[in-house]
């Protein structure tokens, strides 16, 4: 399985912005769905943003729809994720996940349970 790590949170004001960062151990070619999701403290595991490599499709929660944007660098084997007018209520621990499929997009119903790498999180916190 892939391995990826996190980076790029921190604390911020509302109104402001964070780029995180989930650097892959290898190529990220154009089989796999790539995500973000983050978990607030006491709830579930939410998916915020979605690409599938093969075509770069993306998708968006409608909490984060037009205030995210996924992207992804091939030379650096990274997946990004820029957050701008950020909220209190998208503080959270945010992680990335990858999952090779051979699906050509990256299906709605994806919960947690079917991504078999993860990132070990980073933390964004948003203040009022």
């Known amino acids: 399985q892939m391995q990826l790590v996190d980076s790029g949170g921190g604390s911020v004001q509302a109104g402001g912005s964070l780029r995180l960062s989930c650097t892959a151990s290898?190529?990220?070619?154009?089989?796999?769905?790539m995500a973000w999701f983050r978990q607030a403290q006491g709830k579930e595991r939410e998916r915020v943003a979605f690409?599938?490599?093969?075509?770069?499709?993306?998708g968006y929660d409608q909490r984060v729809q037009g205030r995210f944007t996924i992207s992804r660098d091939n030379t650096e084997h990274t997946l990004y994720l820029q957050m701008n007018s950020l909220k209190t209520e998208d503080t959270a621990v945010y992680y990335c996940?990858?999952?090779?499929?051979?699906?050509?997009?990256?299906?709605?119903?994806?919960?947690?349970?079917?991504?078999?790498?993860w990132g070990q999180g980073t933390q964004v916190t948003v203040s009022s």
């Open positions: 996940a990858a999952e090779r499929i051979s699906l050509t997009y990256c299906p709605a119903a994806y919960s947690p349970a079917s991504f078999g790498s």
């Open positions: 690409m599938y490599t093969g075509s770069g499709s993306t």
């Open positions: 290898g190529d990220i070619d154009n089989t796999y769905c």
